[in-house]
């Protein structure tokens, strides 16, 4: 005998298709119709095809923004992963000062990101800010407003700052996951603190690891707000990321034609590096299985 299927169950997820549908796939639609036309005015587009996508790929100004955004989440992910396991290696196990160092990491994850950008805006000015007047009566020339070294370094320890807590977070929860039985076989073997780290707590933290690359890769690939508050994209265009141009050419420069299919094409890079990881978990998975 059949077994009955009820179908008003889909009435309950109807709220959240139409959601998704007015906040993700009709804009996405608008941009792929924005990047195959152009358009004069008075609401007139006509059929370019695939020109603007052309234009972008021969464009020296994307890919020196793509080098800029790629150089920027690989410092990223290379300051952040290894920080995050070192300050989660060092973390109380249990007891008050446990709970009280989970609160006190996730303090900079509740900041909002404009917010983020002002603090260090002033803290990094020469003239009003603890951090720039400091390095001043030290002697040392810093100005990240004129100078792309000290630009470049304040946006990435901004970001150290703002987003190490997640990783050491995830990777915290990685290793409270870990069996005491794993501890007191290596205690009995005599095994060394980095054996420990290499054979037990390394493997254990691999999955939440993959996710906070995943998670860390995405959001510096796709950050605009921070560093478009401290530094403009400045000085010139060294700090100009690959979101910071796309807001220019769609908002500054009013190219719609180009900026949709930059858009686009940002958006597949994005999708496919986010597919590899993803991949790459998914066979962890597998062979932890």
Not at 7 to 22: C, D, E, T
Not at 152 to 170: E, N, Q, R
Request: hydrophobic residues 55%; negative net charge; glycine residues 8%.
């Amino acid at each position: 005998m059949d077994k009955t299927v009820n179908q008003k169950a889909w009435f309950l997820v109807l709220p959240v298709l139409i959601l998704v549908a007015f906040s993700a796939v009709i804009p996405l639609m608008t941009v792929v119709n924005y990047s195959v036309q152009d358009t004069f005015g008075n609401n007139e587009f006509f059929w370019t095809g695939l020109e603007w996508f052309e234009e972008m790929l021969n464009d020296d100004r994307m890919w020196g923004a793509l080098g800029r955004q790629l150089m920027f989440s690989g410092i990223i992910l290379l300051i952040q992963i290894p920080l995050g396991v070192f300050v989660a290696l060092n973390m109380p196990k249990k007891g008050f000062w446990a709970s009280f160092c989970l609160v006190f990491m996730s303090l900079p994850l509740l900041i909002p990101w404009n917010v983020v950008g002002t603090i260090w805006q002033v803290f990094g000015r020469v003239d009003i800010g603890l951090l720039g007047h400091t390095l001043a009566a030290l002697g040392i020339d810093y100005n990240y407003t004129n100078d792309p070294f000290d630009a470049w370094v304040t946006i990435i320890v901004m970001d150290v700052w703002h987003w190490t807590s997640l990783v050491a977070l995830l990777a915290y929860a990685g290793l409270q996951s870990i069996p005491d039985a794993y501890y007191q076989a290596a205690k009995i073997d005599q095994a060394s603190r980095w054996k420990v780290f290499r054979f037990i707590e390394l493997p254990k933290m691999m999955g939440v690891l993959m996710i906070a690359i995943l998670l860390r890769f995405m959001d510096s690939f796709m950050i605009y707000t921070e560093p478009f508050v401290v530094t403009g994209g400045g000085p010139g265009s060294t700090t100009t990321l690959l979101s910071i141009d796309l807001v220019k050419m769609a908002l500054g420069q009013f190219d719609l034609g180009p900026a949709a299919a930059f858009s686009l094409m940002y958006f597949l890079v994005i999708l496919l590096i986010s597919w590899v990881f993803y991949t790459v978990m998914i066979n962890l998975d597998k062979r932890e299985g």
